[in-house]
């Protein structure tokens, strides 16, 4: 069935190194991917986005890889800080753009160190 | 902000019983997902509705059900609640179908079923 993962529940840096979150798709079809952060009490926010077209994105303090080869996905973030502490999650759009039906991995959760 | 409101934050109910959750677009949004958030997991696609039509389901039964309105907001019903359907129940809104990273977020209602 269709499925998103992720390789670490928890995740745990110090404050001004860099992190990076991955995950595991299994529909080769999907052409899109998202990464969201969930902070507590709040739905989840847009991060960074990636088509399968491509291998790297990179936005402020923020870079997703794409490896279509073994169906992985990462998220690195430069100089995390403490605001960055959230759960992050990787997405899949779920049937190729028809809908925005997004299908979600299990999250992350990233503790930052001060 | 998102824009997004959902209401109302937190709901309790027992089994059996039916519940409506709430949710209004950000001004200019025609297109509305709902989605389950269960304690520890990512969120799992139930329904969108554009232009008040639903046109895209997930796994989800037939008792989960829904609305849009003219004004294009949203209405999730759920009959005959069950434990299981104790979750986060998220609300998305796009300004047209097909636009996942244009997907914004509501922060939620939390329903627990007792």
């Known amino acids: 069935g269709e499925s998103v993962g992720l390789h670490l529940p928890t995740l745990s840096v110090q404050e001004g190194d860099n992190s990076i979150i991955n995950c595991a798709y299994s529909n080769s079809a999907s052409d899109y991917f998202i990464w969201y952060k969930q902070e507590s009490g709040k739905g989840p926010q847009f991060i960074i986005d990636i088509r399968s077209n491509m291998d790297k994105r990179q936005g402020q303090r923020v870079t997703v890889l794409l490896n279509k080869t073994v169906k992985h996905l990462s998220l690195q973030i430069a100089a995390t800080q403490p605001g960055d502490s959230a759960v992050y999650f990787c997405a899949e759009n779920g049937d190729g753009g028809a809908t925005n039906k997004l299908i979600f991995g299990t999250g992350t959760l990233l503790a930052v160190q001060p | 902000e998102t824009g997004v409101t959902q209401s109302p934050t937190h709901l309790i109910k027992t089994r059996g019983q039916q519940v409506t959750l709430r949710c209004s677009s950000q001004?200019?949004?025609?297109?509305v997902s709902w989605y389950q958030q269960a304690l520890g997991q990512g969120p799992q696609f139930i329904f969108q509705y554009y232009r008040e039509e639903e046109n895209g389901r997930g796994n989800f039964p037939p008792r989960f059900s829904g609305l849009q309105f003219p004004n294009y907001s949203s209405e999730l019903n759920v009959n005959a609640l069950e434990l299981d359907d104790s979750a986060l129940y998220l609300c998305a809104s796009s300004s047209d179908s097909g636009r996942i990273h244009e997907q914004f977020f509501g922060p939620g209602t939390r329903l627990t079923v007792l």
């Open positions: 001004s200019g949004h025609n297109t």
